[in-house]
């Protein structure tokens, strides 16, 4: 999670939707560092909206960082009594977030990490975290009636993005972008979303397989923290995402059916559209971002560290990655990979970093998002070399210096 808001992110979110959260839902990106008239403008863009029904944690936490940033304690710590109201369970969020350091030596901070730490503690129980479905039940209500509808847009507003959970509130603006993107969408790949209905409809199924990996998980990292997870449709924009509302999975982007008409979709959709049988995996790599915290390198290496061992969590607990049809691309290419891969390893252009990861570079003979592979084998080459794998998972989740942890890794492309 990230307290980084840009100006014009949280500008062109002040018209993402009509309804009660509209005015500037802030998306949290890297976009650092940000003028002090940007912190103060983007600022009073967010408390605009945040009277208007938000409940997300997320977006307290953002607000929060950048009341914080913008010299004004007394609303940072009321933005983050808000978060708490609304059920933040990752403290070590804010004890890393360097948004908050102005706020670490005023006498309310202590107690509320502990309060914060208390919160925590009561989600360490794998059976306590929540299957939230009702997003999606209110999004089929929504299609259903907005089919012959003379105004859809006003239906899927006040039935869906107005009515929606704390997780979908973070989801919405910083995947979904627009009430308007999210039906073109659904109109112009409309097949495929019919095709994936029972499958998104029927996500419950697996809660079985869901709780199995959150177990595997306790026993693998005992400090292990259950975040509730919300099941949303999006706009084929994100499979799923970690935040402060919890684990935040794109129902339509992981329930195909075997038979689900991908016509017209761009390479990179058909690419990193997935099974429903493959939820599982999703689930526990999405649960392995939940646990880390990183430094605050913006590097290429940091970045598909980050990814890759997210990837190795998902092994470990689900028995795949989230993207096995990475893997025999990345086999038969590994050393070439890393060789490429090592000469910009140290970039934080955003542009060099997405030609690895969260990118749209997939090609018809190249694989997009092969960052996550590499940094899985790099993470998997440390695992290995350590006998106490509990001390090792813990070191991969807790990156402070990529560099060194890559030369501990003993990594070495075959």
Excluded at 39 to 45: F, G, H
Excluded at 52 to 61: C, K, L, P, Q, W
Excluded at 131 to 139: P, Q
Excluded at 219 to 228: C, L
Aim: proline share 5%; net charge neutral.
């Amino acid at each position: 999670m990230c307290g980084r808001l840009a100006l014009g992110a949280a500008l062109s979110l002040s018209l993402s939707c009509a309804g009660r959260f509209s005015r500037a839902l802030p998306l949290l990106v890297e976009a650092e560092p940000l003028r002090a008239q940007q912190v103060d403008q983007a600022s009073r863009l967010v408390e605009r909206a945040l009277p208007n029904g938000v409940r997300s944690a997320e977006i307290f936490f953002g607000a929060a960082c950048l009341a914080a940033r913008r010299g004004a304690p007394d609303l940072a710590f009321a933005h983050l009594e808000s978060m708490q109201r609304a059920g933040i369970k990752d403290v070590a969020a804010l004890e890393v977030s360097r948004d908050l350091q102005p706020l670490r030596d005023d006498a309310r901070w202590t107690p509320l990490i502990a309060r914060a730490r208390a919160t925590s503690q009561r989600s360490r129980d794998p059976d306590a975290a929540k299957i939230v479905t009702a997003d999606v039940d209110r999004f089929w209500k929504a299609y259903d009636a907005a089919k012959n509808a003379a105004n859809p847009r006003e239906i899927y507003q006040r039935e869906y993005v107005d009515r929606a959970s704390a997780g979908l509130q973070s989801f919405f603006p910083a995947k979904i972008g627009t009430t308007e993107n999210l039906i073109e969408h659904v109109r112009g790949y409309s097949r495929y979303y019919e095709s994936v209905r029972r499958n998104t409809e029927r996500v419950r199924d697996l809660e079985p397989a869901f709780r199995g990996i959150f177990h595997r998980l306790r026993d693998a990292v005992p400090d292990a923290t259950f975040p509730d997870v919300t099941f949303v449709i999006g706009a084929l924009s994100a499979g799923g995402s970690s935040t402060a509302d919890g684990l935040i999975i794109g129902a339509e982007q992981n329930c195909r059916m075997a038979d689900s008409p991908l016509e017209g979709m761009p390479l990179r959709q058909r690419q990193i559209i997935s099974p429903w049988i493959g939820l599982p995996h999703v689930i526990a790599h999405e649960l392995g971002h939940f646990q880390q915290h990183f430094s605050d390198d913006k590097s290429l290496l940091a970045a598909v560290l980050e990814e890759g061992g997210a990837e190795l969590i998902a092994e470990l607990v689900s028995g795949e990655t989230a993207n096995p049809a990475l893997k025999p691309y990345g086999d038969a290419h590994e050393r070439a990979l890393w060789e490429e891969l090592r000469a910009e390893m140290h970039a934080t252009d955003e542009k060099i970093i997405s030609r690895w990861v969260w990118g749209v570079n997939a090609t018809a003979d190249r694989p997009g998002d092969l960052g996550y592979y590499v940094g899985y084998r790099i993470t998997r080459a440390y695992y290995e070399h350590h006998a106490d794998k509990r001390r090792a998972l813990r070191d991969i989740l807790d990156i402070t210096d990529a560099n060194a942890f890559l030369a501990a890794s003993g990594y070495a492309p075959r």
